[in-house]
Structure formats: structure tokens, C-alpha cells
């Protein structure tokens, strides 16, 4: 009889865990030690015994000293007899095929690779199928995964004995290896809730960051003054405050971002924390609350009341999450999707995922029932972008929102969000970034395959954001109140911007070209003289990037860069070393004297230039005759009616402009001068040069080698464009 195998608990994974992720070790470094290192003297055939299993861990996991508790429990879940001669059985070993297999696994398997391997660790006899009393210690890991993610496990086990009973896609009482793995890769978590998939114990941990107060805040935990002045610690999801060496001593967060059982699932309560209360004035009587005195007056971290002690039992137990209501996601709306009844699961559409989609993790784990006429917002922030200011964004709105509905894209990318929120009915994204980021969303949505394109609108951070002016969304964030955009949000209307493809063929020259940064348009392309100074620019900052810190040295920089292009004119005579065909027609540059030519999408460049200018209504019936001809011809080159043409985010054309060179191109960023020159507008373009050229896609630039490049229509996506600007004057204050 097979010894059987013990089984991890999930508080002794997750710990497993953190000290994987600090690590720097893999597992394919540690093996070299025992194959033929220092550590070959533990390694007994194929196994290791205890003490090897130790030094094991204290090599992988970089930790001098692991916890006994921890490294007992790892061994024993690693014993079994399946892979041991019959002269090692009786002694305390593991196999370290087995052991190396586990951790390579936890390093970034890929997830099918996990379901077969849980398949193998519970199929005990090694017979290819899970019979009734392997399936029985399956759903007892999945209570005790259950009981520590704090789920309602009364309720639970006729949930997953059923589920379990569908898995069986033949009906012959049993599982095997492939209906496993296909039940993991459609329609059961099988992953998160075994405990290979941790990420959903969040919740009851605070987000701490140091914080100093300009004004009297109280520790919530002992009571007293933290001082004015004075650094603390503040949870980001409950503002719960305490003093430094309080810390380890606070009450759970009260934060909860899911629903746990399925009588918490559809009407949300109030979750009060004492303190928090910033207005210093009560949402219930008006009257102040005396924030300086003492800890006292409450705040609900969904809908953001703030209110007397004495007011508590005048406000309702059910919360509408405030003014924010139309985005937020109360944790009411989010449950695990093993909660949802039987039919529910079966026509899930994850069942459409292929092996090649396959990543069950929190975003199969949990299912999203959105509050009637609502529209739940997913953020996406990228922290490093605008200096501080993307920590902070990130910051506030785990605050003013549920913290599931905010990702942080240096840590988990967008995809884990989409995938979250695929199923959720008209749901908006904002992306909180430069246009670098807005394109990485935009591309990655292209991949997602998702059912319905959710709108994007954008909080621009950094400088440039060319995209978020042209939606009016600003260029750049400079600290306003969230909640203010948000509720601009509300009132944005869905625009379908163009994209565009380009190919670039590249001519067999012994000259090496630099990579084009992407395949895709979304703002503008140029060659030439803008993206010669872009280049060096590139190139300079690349290489002394502390000369690079402050918009302000940027802008010096770029000044030197653009004077200097306009003394040496690198790029004059462009038209001699280039052509360009529009649908297949040759546009004529004989006549002009260009060092540059851009493609726009979008009417900003370089930060809020405006290339293509602003088009002025002429007298007389030839400007209707003029904008009815723009509106519907795929190529336009006649003067006069480029001259009334209005650049169109929508119109699956383009703008085409020629330079004159740097001096213009700073005339037309200064205002002095209107714009470029108007040279085209149409569906389709073609560029062949014969020489080296600098040329750049979204401010990306790169050197190219002679080549053939093809701008082509790919598809549109739905973005939000911000209301229209207030107005400003006596009049407009009136109305």
C-alpha cells in the first residue's frame, strides 16, 4: 500500500509563496548543487532525505533560517513510495524529482501544466483516474482552501460535491486526467481553489504607506495623537491610521472585496472605520464633526459618508456607495464563481477558452454581477508614469473604489483585468498613463478576443499625452479631485477612434536597421525632420537618463536638439530620397522643399501641436460643396478642399502634412505659425525610400534602412471623449 501523500495547508502555502517571490533563485540553479555540487553529498539515488530538503530550501527560497513548521510540512506533503526502490522506503526521504518538479511548477508553469500535475498528486494509485475516495480528499483540500480564503464553508460541500460530479463529462463515476484538465481549462478554478492560486487572500490585509499629517490625526489603535507633522502609517483601502509601532497590533482591515457566501451576495452594507472623517463635517445633520479633539466620527469605505458617533443609528444598513455609484463594484456584486448554481457554471463563458487562453486564476475564480444600471470601471495604472504622480493615482483610487476593479500594470499587466472583467455588461476602462500606455491597453484588448470592446478613457500622466488632448481628457494630471473626473466620466460620450497597421519591408542592404517599435498607429506616424530631433533625443536620454528628470529640462534639451537640426538640416531634400502613393496614386512632391513629412490619426503631436491646423469656414456655397467632397472621397489632394477639411478620429482616413523643417516645426509648437502644409487626406499610404531615415510611430522613433512601408485601416476602437469644456465667460455663467 502506498504511503499517502500529506497535503500543505493553504496558510503554510501562501507563506511558500512570499518567500518565493523575493527570491531570485530557480530551481534549474539549485539542481546543478545536487547533480554535481556542493550539495551531491544529500542526494541518496533519487531522493533526499530531511536534512537535504533543508539546505533545498535554504538555497532556493534564499532564507537563512525557514520556519520548522513550514519545511515539516513541505516534506511530508513530498512523501510517497512511487518513485523509490524498495531499499529507500523505510527511510525518511523524498524524491527530488518530485520536489524540483513542485517548485519549477510555482516558479511560472504554464497552467495545464499545474492541472496535470494536482491530477498526479492526488491520484494516489497512479491508475489514471480519480476514483470517489480521491475525489473526497480533493474536496477536503478545497474546504480547508475555502476556510482560510474566510468563505462560508457550511454551504460549500454540496456545492463542490456537485461540481465534482460534473467534471465527469462521461458519467463512469469517476475522473480522469483529461476531464480534469478540461474542467480546469473551461469552467471550474480548479487551481485557486486547490491553493495553487493564492492571490484572492487580500482581503483582512492592510495596505500600508508612511504618511505624514499636516493636520491632528489620532491612532485608531491606541487612540492617542499621532502629532502634527508627524509620519504614520495609513491603510490605502480603509484609512485606518496608527502610529508606526502600533502596527503590528491593528484590528484586521475592514475592507472585504468580495462576497464570501451567497446571503452576502446582491445588498451591500455600510462597513464603518472610526476616524477618516477629512470634511470635519457630519453627512447626516450637517453639524461639525470635532476631528482635532479626539479619534472620533465614522466613515463608510464604500460610499464615503462621514458621520457622527451619535448619527449611526439614523443612517440605514444598506449602502448605495455614494456618489460613485455608477463605477464602483461593491463587493456584493463579486462572489466565487463555485458559488453560482450549477447551470450558471456549465454555461459560463469561459467554456469557449481554448488550451492556447488557458490561465484559470482570481479572474476565473471569482464571477462579476454588476448593480443594475451601473457601469463598473476597470483601472489600469501605471506607476512610474508622471514621476510620483502614478503611485498616488494608484493610491487614491484603491481608495475611492473597490481595490479589485484597480490594477497596478508594473505588477500584473492588463491582462488578469480583462479577463476579470469580460463578462461584466457595459463596463468602461480608464487608463491611468502616457500614450504609451493607452496603446499597450489598446493592443492588449486586440488580443483579449473579448465578447464586447468596452469604451477607454484616459487620465494622462507625464507629458506628451497627444491622445488625451484630443479627447479631451487633458495633458496631464496636475492632482485634481478623482471623484471630479469620475463624474465627468459619467457624462463622456463613445467615439470610434481609427488604427491603423503598418508593414515595413525592409530592402537586403549591408546597413543594419534599428526594430520598429510597433505595428500599430494609433496617434500619428512621421519621417523626417520631427523624428530625426525625437531620435536624439531618445538616444541622449537612453544614455544619461539623470539629465532627463524634470519636464523643464526635457523641454531645454529638446530646444537644443531641434536648433541644432535646424543649422545641419539632416533631412533636407527629403522628397529626393523618398516616394509616397495614396490608394495607389502617386502624391507629387516636386514642387515643394520638405525635410519632413507626418501622417496624423490625430490632430496633436509632440505635446499638443496641432500639424494639420485649424480649418476656418469660408464664404460663399463653395465650402458646402468643398466639405461634402471631404466628407465622402477616400483621397483628397485639391488645395481648395483640403483647406475645409476637419481632421475626424472616426473617418478610417488620414491627415498628411509636410515640414518644412525645425524652424516651422517650433513656429507651429509656439503658436507663431498655424501649421504644415496640407498635402493630403486618404484611406491608404505607401512610402518607398532609398536611403537611411529617421521616422517614428507615437513618439517611438527609430533609424530605418531603405524599405517599403504600408499604413493600412486595422479597426477601430470605442473611446470616451471627455464633456466639452465649461464655459468661461459672463455669458457662458449666465446660461
Not at 463596463?427 to 468596452?454: Q, S, Y
Amino acid at each position: 500500500m502506498a504511503k499517502e501523500r500529506g497535503l500543505i495547508s493553504p496558510s503554510d502555502f501562501a507563506q511558500l509563496q512570499k518567500y518565493m517571490e523575493y527570491s531570485t533563485k530557480k530551481v534549474s540553479d539549485v539542481l546543478k548543487l545536487f547533480e554535481d555540487g556542493e550539495m551531491a553529498k544529500y542526494v541518496q539515488g533519487d531522493a533526499i532525505g530531511y536534512e537535504g530538503f533543508q539546505q533545498f530550501l535554504k538555497i532556493y527560497l534564499e532564507v537563512d533560517n525557514v520556519p520548522r513548521h513550514l519545511s515539516l510540512a513541505l516534506f511530508q506533503s513530498f512523501k510517497t513510495d512511487h518513485c523509490l526502490n524498495e531499499a529507500n522506503v523505510t527511510k525518511d526521504v523524498v524524491c527530488l524529482n518530485d520536489v524540483s518538479c513542485y517548485f519549477s511548477l510555482l516558479e511560472g508553469g504554464r497552467p495545464e501544466d499545474k492541472l496535470e500535475f494536482t491530477f498526479k498528486l492526488y491520484d494516489t494509485d497512479r491508475n489514471g483516474i480519480l476514483d470517489s475516495s480521491e475525489v473526497d480528499k480533493i474536496i477536503l483540500q478545497m474546504m480547508r482552501v475555502a476556510e482560510y480564503l474566510d468563505w462560508d464553508v457550511s454551504e460549500l460541500r454540496p456545492i463542490l460535491q456537485e461540481m465534482m460530479k460534473e467534471i465527469d463529462y462521461d458519467g463512469s463515476g469517476s475522473v480522469s486526467q483529461a476531464e480534469w484538465v478540461r474542467a480546469g481549462a473551461t469552467t471550474v478554478p480548479l487551481l485557486v481553489l486547490l491553493g495553487l492560486e493564492m492571490t484572492l487572500k487580500d482581503d483582512g490585509q492592510h495596505m500600508w504607506r508612511p504618511k505624514r499629517f499636516p493636520r491632528p490625526v489620532y491612532c485608531n489603535l491606541c487612540e492617542s495623537s499621532i502629532g502634527l507633522g508627524k509620519q504614520g502609517l495609513s491603510c490605502n483601502l480603509c484609512k485606518y491610521t496608527v502610529h508606526d509601532q502600533c502596527a503590528m497590533k491593528a484590528l484586521p482591515c475592514e475592507v472585504s472585496t468580495y462576497a464570501k457566501s451567497r446571503k452576502d451576495i446582491g445588498v451591500q452594507s455600510h462597513v464603518w472605520v472610526r476616524g477618516g472623517c477629512e470634511s470635519g463635517r457630519c453627512d447626516r445633520c450637517q453639524k461639525k464633526i470635532r476631528i482635532y479633539h479626539s479619534l472620533t466620527g465614522l466613515h463608510c469605505v464604500w460610499c464615503h459618508l462621514e458621520i457622527h458617533d451619535d448619527c449611526l443609528q439614523a443612517v440605514g444598513h444598506e449602502c448605495d456607495c455614494g456618489l460613485l455609484r455608477d463605477h464602483i463594484l461593491p463587493p456584493s456584486s463579486i462572489y466565487p464563481s463555485v458559488l453560482a448554481s450549477g447551470p450558471d457554471r456549465k454555461n459560463s463563458k469561459t467554456s469557449q477558452k481554448t488550451m492556447d487562453d488557458l490561465n484559470l486564476s482570481t479572474s476565473e475564480a471569482l464571477r462579476i454581477d454588476p448593480v443594475p444600471n451601473t457601469h463598473p470601471l476597470l483601472v489600469f495604472v501605471n506607476p512610474k508614469s508622471g514621476g510620483k504622480q502614478g503611485q498616488r493615482v494608484l493610491w487614491k483610487f484603491q481608495y475611492i473604489l473597490n481595490p479589485r476593479q484597480v490594477f497596478n500594470l508594473l505588477k500584473d499587466g492588463p491582462e488578469i483585468g480583462l479577463r476579470l472583467f469580460k463578462d461584466v455588461p457595459d463596463g468602461r476602462i480608464l487608463v491611468c498613463g502616457g500614450d504609451g500606455t493607452v496603446g499597450w491597453i489598446l493592443e492588449t484588448i486586440d488580443k483579449a478576443n473579448l465578447p464586447v470592446l468596452p469604451p477607454v478613457a484616459v487620465l494622462p500622466l507625464g507629458t506628451g499625452n497627444d491622445l488625451a488632448r484630443c479627447l479631451r481628457w487633458g495633458g496631464g494630471y496636475e492632482g485634481q479631485n478623482l471623484a471630479k473626473i469620475l463624474k465627468d466620466l459619467e457624462t463622456s460620450k463613445v467615439v470610434h477612434m481609427d488604427r491603423w497597421s503598418v508593414e515595413v519591408i525592409t530592402q537586403q542592404t549591408e546597413e543594419k536597421s534599428d526594430p520598429v517599435p510597433f505595428q500599430i498607429i494609433n496617434n500619428y506616424f512621421s519621417i523626417g525632420v520631427d523624428a530625426s530631433i525625437a531620435h536624439r533625443f531618445h538616444i541622449m536620454r537612453e544614455k544619461y537618463p539623470e539629465k532627463f528628470n524634470s519636464r523643464m529640462k526635457n523641454k531645454l534639451w529638446y530646444f537644443e536638439f531641434a536648433t541644432s537640426e535646424s543649422i545641419f538640416s539632416t533631412c533636407k531634400k527629403l522628397e529626393e530620397s523618398l516616394t509616397v502613393e495614396i490608394c495607389g496614386k502617386p502624391l507629387d512632391l516636386s514642387n515643394l522643399s520638405l525635410e519632413g513629412i507626418a501622417v496624423l490619426n490625430i490632430p496633436s503631436m509632440h505635446g499638443g501641436s496641432n500639424l494639420w491646423g485649424d480649418t476656418r469656414k469660408p464664404h460663399g456655397d463653395i465650402y458646402g460643396i468643398n466639405q461634402a467632397l471631404g466628407a465622402t472621397a477616400k483621397v483628397i489632394t485639391d488645395p481648395d478642399i483640403l483647406k475645409t477639411c476637419v481632421p475626424d478620429l472616426s473617418d478610417k482616413r488620414l491627415e498628411v502634412v509636410g515640414l518644412e523643417g525645425a524652424i516651422e516645426m517650433g513656429q507651429i509648437y509656439t503658436k507663431l505659425k498655424n501649421a504644415g502644409r496640407r498635402l493630403a487626406k486618404c484611406s491608404e499610404i505607401t512610402f518607398h525610400t532609398t536611403k537611411t531615415l529617421p521616422m517614428q510611430i507615437d513618439g517611438e522613433p527609430w533609424m530605418q534602412t531603405p524599405c517599403t512601408i504600408k499604413i493600412t485601416h486595422k479597426n477601430q476602437m470605442p473611446m470616451l471623449m471627455g464633456p466639452p469644456p465649461r464655459s468661461t465667460n459672463f455669458f457662458g455663467f449666465l446660461s
